[in-house]
């Protein structure tokens, strides 16, 4: 029987085509006609068309996995072609999963792809994550990440986990019958703010395509019921010093999701991490101003303070004339130099962290505080790239 509880005899035929196709695979003694066969039967969830569920996904197809199902609500950026090869230049501008599909159908005709054009939420993930026999999580966020260890948790599906950070990868399996989950690993979220994303910190471009690689591998053995898989244990990728080591995790019996199971139903999890949810560029306390409105200051020659709180590698491709540089992390340090007389607009890439930033002035005493709608990103679209 496989994984997904099917007899290996009502597993589907292979065509002729998929026997020429597979044939790397057909000669493997661990895989053989009757793995293709299982591969061909599995249903594969990537949670994320990024980073890591480009090379994740690009693997999965190749290797032949029946369905594929994939979430997410984001467009492609040019930032994005660095690392997330699921998406080419002419993509950009047009919704991940769009240039998702295209690749994955032109990677393999044989496979189907199912599309999840939402984000993933407490509301929908039981329903989503239920049609699938392996999850595999691409997310970049704390919030999505215990959203999908719960889920996969009440569910009884493994969860492949991946995560990225500048030249440091890790990756593991959770949720399985007898190992830990992720919050055995990470009982709490970290403090919000405290653990840059890749736009704030950066990421070398093949790392989640080691990372990315590894959760394919994973599934695949899964599917296929072979090898040892890494649950139980946590990979550790130095890219760096090219180092690979993995450290042992023991399954919490105090935990709440797979111990004592006192989670019972999942909850919100931008509240418990402190965050805002995906695709909420501002908080409601934070006013906004267009680019229009913004240029409109400009040529009118009001006087504010612009505040860009980008990293410094990020200006290059683009910034706004007289806008004085001060990171985010760094800005505690540097707000006691705006004049506090005048209105304060902070600009980041996309509205979001110029949207915490606009929290942190107000609290420390600044009266009229607005955040840049949509960032750099919005402002090249609407008024051109460049300086004004």
Known sequence: MTRSGRHDEALPALT???HQRYGRHLVLPTVGETGQRRLKAARVLIVGAGGLGSPAALYLAAAGVGTIGLV????????????????????????????????LHDAN????????????????????????????????????RYLVNDACVMLQRPNVHGAIFRFDGQASVFATA???????????????????????????????GLVGTVQATEAIKIILGIGDTLAGRLLLIDALGMEFRSLRIARNPQCPACGTRTITQLIDYDQFCGTPPLGQRTTPDVQEITPEGLLEW???????????????????????????????????????????????????????????????????????????????????????????
């Open 16 to 18: 002729q085509a998929e």
């Open 72 to 103: 997410d609500h984001d467009v492609v950026d040019a930032t994005n072609l660095q690392r997330q090869l699921l998406h080419g230049t002419d993509d950009v501008g047009r919704a991940k999963l769009a240039s998702a599909r295209d690749r």
């Open 109 to 144: 005709p044989h496979v189907a792809v199912e599309l999840h054009d939402t984000w993933l939420t407490a509301a929908n993930a039981l329903d989503i994550i239920a049609r699938y026999d392996v999850v595999i999580d691409g997310t970049d966020n704390f919030a999505t």
């Open 178 to 208: 007898d190992g830990p989950c992720y919050r055995c690993l990470y009982p709490e979220p970290p403090l919000p703010d405290t653990v840059p994303n890749c736009a704030e910190g950066g990421v070398l471009g093949v790392l989640p």
């Open 298 to 388: 400009m040529v009118r020659g009001v006087a504010f303070e612009l505040v860009d709180v980008r990293e410094p590698e990020e200006t290059r491709d683009g910034y706004l004339n007289g806008a004085r540089l001060m990171p985010l992390a760094t800005l505690p340090d540097a707000m006691h130099t705006l004049d506090r007389a005048k209105p304060v607009v902070v600009v980041c890439r996309s509205g979001g962290r110029s949207a915490r930033a606009a929290t942190v002035l107000l609290a420390d005493g600044c009266e009229q505080v607005l955040s840049l709608a949509g960032g750099m990103m919005r402002w090249e679209r609407d008024i051109g790239a460049g300086p004004p």
